[in-house]
């Protein structure tokens, strides 16, 4: 909470028009710099939603997206009806998604579901055929950070539900909602959502041949490059 009397930064920030591309993304390098270099510190109050647009030169929607995607990455809180608040003065390496931490994460999911991409090459039906196909069409489609993460989430539950494997689907479904937050922080590493559509796709073609093999590799790729990600936001200075 910010101290009585005190709202906004520390120290005059100076506000910039963000390019146009990657809007979002920009937005959330830019408060990150601001609170990372001391000019938001700790228990600051950033401005609302229709200054920070007017500053940056975005649309609200925007600004609404990049403050998810700090809330993600552990740097502000927002408290309805009272705005966003600055909660941590960098990126820690104990992140949290929910009620699972990254390092959580990082060591279950190859475990669950590299073979559960495997089983779901030998045993997907038509119906999961058409679900999974769905979804990597509304993700190749899709610009919106917060749609894309939900479609992110399911296409992983999909898989699982796919190989046949019920401990394995109730593992995935039961992380289902850190996977969307864990994807949701992954949004300001720079062309991270298309790298993902592709890799999405490699794994949904392995799935529809039939190849268990190939399957399994796609997925422990993908894993692989979300881990690289990871590695990027922690990282960056």
Known sequence: MAPPGRSGPSATVQATPIARLPVAEAVVNAIRQDIESGAYAVGDKLQSEATLAAQYGVSRPVVREALRACAALGLTETKTGRGTF???????????????????????????????????????????????????????????????????????????RASGNKVFESIVVEMRDALARQS???SVVPDRQRRSDEEHRRILEAIQRGDARDATAAMADHLSAVDAALDTILKRK
Not at 119 to 148: I, Y
Request: charged share 20%; glycine share 8%; hydrophobic share 50%.
């Open 184 to 186: 949701g922080a992954l």
């Open 86 to 160: 600055v909660v941590a003065s960098s990126v820690a390496g104990g992140l949290r998604f929910g009620k699972y931490s990254l390092r959580d994460l990082v060591e279950a999911r190859p475990h669950v579901e590299i073979p559960a991409a495997g089983l779901a090459a030998q045993r997907r039906s038509a119906d999961d055929l058409r679900q999974l196909g769905a979804l990597v069409t509304a993700m190749t489609a899709e610009t919106g950070t917060e749609t894309w993460v939900l479609h992110d989430a399911d296409f992983h539950v999909a898989i699982a």
